[in-house]
């Protein structure tokens, strides 16, 4: 079955340092992968995403993520973080490689806060 | 802006009253989503439609009722829901096909069942 994981469950850095979060993913063929954010009480807004080919992906606001097939990884990094950056971050796989294709796995989300 | 929108934004609704979610998508896709969000948890899945016909049901009770009248539409249908189904429900819309990703999500209907 595919599974995704968020190691961390809460993240804090200060303003102006690098960021990097972690997903690790259980998948049977090659996937499809996305970074989503939330902030509190919205929806969800997709930062990035991987299908295939250049294993660096840039996304919106100066994210960018790294696809390692050997790791089963794909980390969401960004070198100067904002304030506004606090929010819930989502790792996201899909589709489902059997019947369900049309099924998108969530990670258990990473919450970024942003000291001064 | 979100590309999909959903209406209401926030919902308190009783136990024994019926209500109804709705989401809009003018993006041409012709798959929609339902997701229940819960606090601090991630979204999952309740339906999926496929060109308006209803392709994935992930055992969700029957006081939900999901309906797609078009393909721009999508609603559920809420009655005599408990305090537990009280979340964040959002809607997601992607293009057809395996390679029709990723979903776009609207705001989300926040609903207090009372």
């Known amino acids: 079955a595919q599974s995704v994981t968020q190691p961390d469950i809460h993240i804090t850095v200060s303003e102006g340092a690098s960021l990097e979060l972690r997903c690790n993913y259980s998948y049977g063929a090659t996937p499809y992968l996305f970074w989503y954010v939330q902030s509190p009480g919205q929806g969800l807004q997709l930062l990035l995403k991987y299908f295939s080919g250049d294993t660096l992906v840039q996304g919106i606001k100066g994210f960018e993520a790294e696809f390692k097939r050997s790791q089963s990884s794909f980390n969401l990094r960004k070198p100067s973080v904002h304030w506004s950056d606090a929010a819930e971050y989502f790792c996201a796989v899909g589709p489902l490689n059997s019947g369900g294709y049309q099924k998108v796995t969530f990670g258990t989300g990473t919450k970024l806060q942003v000291i001064p | 802006d979100t590309e999909v929108t959903q209406t209401p934004k926030h919902l308190v609704m009783g136990m024994t009253n019926k209500k109804s979610l709705k989401c809009e998508q003018h993006m041409g896709h012709r798959a929609m989503y339902w997701y229940k969000q819960k606090a601090k948890k991630p979204p999952e899945l309740m339906f999926v439609y496929s060109y308006e016909k209803l392709s994935i049901n992930e055992s969700v009770p029957s006081r939900f009722s999901p309906e797609c009248p078009n393909s721009s539409l999508l609603n559920l249908h809420l009655h005599a829901l408990q305090p537990e189904d009280s979340a964040l429900y959002l809607c997601?819309?992607?293009?057809?096909?395996?390679?029709?990703?990723?979903?776009?999500f609207g705001n989300g209907t926040r609903l207090t069942v009372t």
């Open positions: 997601a819309s992607r293009d057809s096909g395996t390679g029709g990703f990723p979903l776009h």
